[in-house]
């Protein structure tokens, strides 16, 4: 075990542990985001640096300080080892400059793009983006590409994690897709825009961080806060089963895997869950997905029961 203390808040971890994954374990704010990184999928992270943070104190043999910020997700603790997160003015600025930088080729269409409300991208740059890009030059464009007939890439908003690239190769049969390019020419590809067709690839949708892959079957259909999302689960032969629908009404428009506190998927679904069972007559139905009160998703719903007592009090 190693004893290790992230902005003044000291625990004690399995040696080997990553920084990042000491930091989940205390879990709330101290939390470094992490764009790249997944849990599920091995050699993932390491590639977007939004994780990085100050090593004050390298270990209790070796009291040095570490001479560079370093990415938490690759770096594992040692016995006393001392970090800032949050608490450091210099990981502060230089995530500022990292969401500046992730965003220079990034389209501003969130009003348009399905994945926003849910985007990492979009959360972080609330939290650390400019008002404005010193970017002179064009930006990147790329057409819009069918992988199949179920899920589309918008390259133009492909953060180059390799978590996609990870899902394919890890928990389906035959990847079909990778980066190529090296680069401001990398991009995700199908080399012949191949269709990515195998049982579990609709998860790539799901781990993609931004809305560069989104789900043909809901695009356009609603902003994910005007849906309602339901826990629900069905005897899968393939899957676990376990899901969320997301209502329009009485129509579900999505079906999605679910996700945990730090966004990651508990269980990565097969794409019959995913996008052949939208009647709710498919599934049994545990109750309303708990959403973080934080998140945009969770506004509209309940604002009737918050704002009950005080509508009582008034009438
Ligand atoms: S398409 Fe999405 S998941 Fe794939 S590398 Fe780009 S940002 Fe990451
Ligand atoms: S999450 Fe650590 S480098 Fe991307």
Not at 176 to 205: C, M, P, Q, W
Not at 223 to 251: I, L, N, Q
Request: one cysteine or more; a neutral charge; hydrophobic letters at 35%.
């Amino acid at each position: 075990m190693a004893k290790v203390t992230i902005d003044n808040i000291e625990i004690e971890v399995p040696d080997g542990t990553s920084i990042l994954n000491a930091a989940r374990m205390i879990g709330g704010d101290i939390v470094p985001p992490a764009m790249c990184y997944y849990s599920k999928l091995k050699d993932s992270g390491g590639k977007c640096r939004t994780c990085l943070v100050k090593v004050t104190k390298g270990s209790e043999k070796d009291p040095r300080p570490m001479p560079k910020l370093v990415a938490s997700c690759r770096t594992p603790v040692q016995d006393g080892m001392v970090v800032q997160n949050s608490t450091s003015q210099e990981v502060v600025e230089t995530r500022n400059g990292i969401v500046e930088m992730l965003l220079i080729n990034h389209p501003l269409d969130c009003p348009v793009c399905d994945q926003a409300g849910e985007c990492d991208l979009q959360n972080l740059a609330y939290d650390h983006g400019k008002e404005a890009t010193r970017y002179e030059f064009d930006r990147r464009t790329f057409d819009k590409i069918d992988i199949g007939d179920k899920i589309q890439l918008h390259m133009t908003r492909c953060i180059l994690c390799y978590r996609c690239v990870y899902t394919a190769d890890q928990i389906t049969n035959n990847r079909v897709h990778g980066i190529l390019g090296r680069g401001d020419a990398s991009e995700i590809s199908t080399y012949i825009e191949k269709a990515i067709d195998n049982d579990f690839s609709g998860n790539i949708i799901d781990v993609c961080p931004v809305g560069a892959l989104t789900d043909k079957t809901y695009r356009f259909k609603n902003r994910v806060w005007f849906t309602k999302p339901v826990d629900a689960h069905r005897d899968c032969p393939t899957c676990s089963g376990k899901v969320v629908m997301w209502y329009k009404g009485e129509e579900v428009i999505r079906i999605t895997g679910r996700k945990d506190v730090n966004g990651e998927l508990e269980e990565f679904i097969c794409n019959t869950c995913r996008f052949e069972k939208k009647a709710t007559s498919d599934w049994i139905i545990e109750g309303p997905r708990k959403i973080d009160d934080k998140s945009v998703i969770s506004q509209n719903h309940y604002l009737a029961d918050r704002m009950k007592p005080v509508i009582d009090k008034i009438v």
